[in-house]
C-alpha cells in the first residue's frame, strides 16, 4: 500500500492529478450526492477525492491486500474484491471512473460492456489510459523499439496495449458508448529525456505549461498527452 502511494508521488503525477481534477469538476454534473463506482482503484489516490466530492462511491479492486489498506484510509465507502470485467454489483450508478486500468485488462470489449450495463442511461464513463499518440510515446516508444525492445507497453509490465483517441472511440461505440469530452496531460516528456542526456530525473512545473494553463481539454492537447482521458455516455 505504501509502496504504491510513494510510487506515485512526483511532480507528473501530481501535476497530472491537479489537472484531472479541474476537468472532472468543470465537465461533470454536480458530484455531490451521486452514485459513483471507482474501478480499479488501487491504493486509493482517487478514493479521497470523491468522498470529499461528497459522492455515494463504491470501490472494485481484483486485489485484496490493497483494497484493505485503501478501506482503512476510506471508511465511508463500500469496497468489492472483484475483477471488473465480470463484476456484477447488482446496481447501476451516475459516474463510473476507471483510470489508469483499460490497459491491463486482457479481455478490454468485455470490460466496456460490463462497465455499460452498470451505468445509468444518464450517466457517465470515464476512462484514462496511456496513448501512443504523445511525443512520450514517439521519443520513449521509438528508444525501447531501436534497443529491441519492440513490445514495450509502458513503464509497467502488466500493461497490454496503448490507445489514442481513435481506438479508444471505437471500442466506445462498439460497447454502446459515445465520447462526449477529451482530457490529455504530460505533453513534454521530460522524465525520459533527462535521463537519457543527463542520466537523472530533473523535474519543473515549467514542464507542465500544458497543465498550468488548464489547456488539457484543447485541440491539439486533449489528443496529444501522455496520458488521455475521456468522457463518454451511453449512445441513445
Not at 1 to 23: C, P, Q, V, W
Not at 205 to 215: A, D, K, R, S, Y
Amino acid at each position: 500500500m505504501e509502496a504504491f502511494l510513494k510510487a506515485h508521488d512526483n511532480l507528473e503525477d501530481r501535476m497530472r492529478g491537479k489537472s484531472l481534477k479541474i476537468f472532472l469538476i468543470k465537465s461533470l454534473p454536480t458530484i455531490k450526492g451521486k452514485e459513483v463506482l471507482d474501478v480499479g482503484a488501487g491504493g486509493g489516490i482517487w478514493t479521497r477525492f470523491w468522498l470529499n466530492e461528497g459522492a455515494k462511491l463504491t470501490v472494485v479492486d481484483m486485489h485484496g491486500p490493497i483494497l484493505l489498506g485503501n478501506k482503512s484510509k476510506n471508511p465511508d465507502a463500500e469496497f468489492v474484491e472483484s475483477d471488473a470485467t465480470t463484476v456484477k454489483l447488482g446496481r447501476k450508478f451516475d459516474i463510473i471512473f476507471a483510470k489508469d486500468l483499460i490497459e491491463h485488462i486482457k479481455d478490454d470489449s468485455a470490460f466496456l460492456k460490463n462497465m455499460a450495463a452498470h451505468l445509468k442511461e444518464d450517466g457517465y464513463l470515464f476512462l484514462e489510459t496511456q496513448n501512443s499518440l504523445s511525443l512520450n510515446y514517439f521519443f520513449d516508444g521509438g528508444y525501447n523499439f531501436l534497443s529491441g525492445n519492440k513490445g514495450w507497453c509502458g513503464y509497467d509490465p502488466t500493461h497490454l496495449r496503448f490507445y489514442n483517441f481513435k481506438n479508444l472511440t471505437e471500442k466506445l461505440r462498439q460497447a454502446g458508448f459515445k465520447p462526449i469530452r477529451w482530457w490529455g496531460a504530460y505533453h513534454f516528456p521530460y522524465r525520459f529525456l533527462s535521463r537519457l542526456v543527463l542520466k537523472r530525473l530533473i523535474e519543473w512545473e515549467g514542464f507542465h505549461l500544458v497543465e498550468l494553463l488548464h489547456l488539457g481539454d484543447k485541440l491539439p492537447f486533449k489528443y496529444t498527452g501522455w496520458a488521455i482521458g475521456v468522457i463518454a455516455k451511453k449512445k441513445g
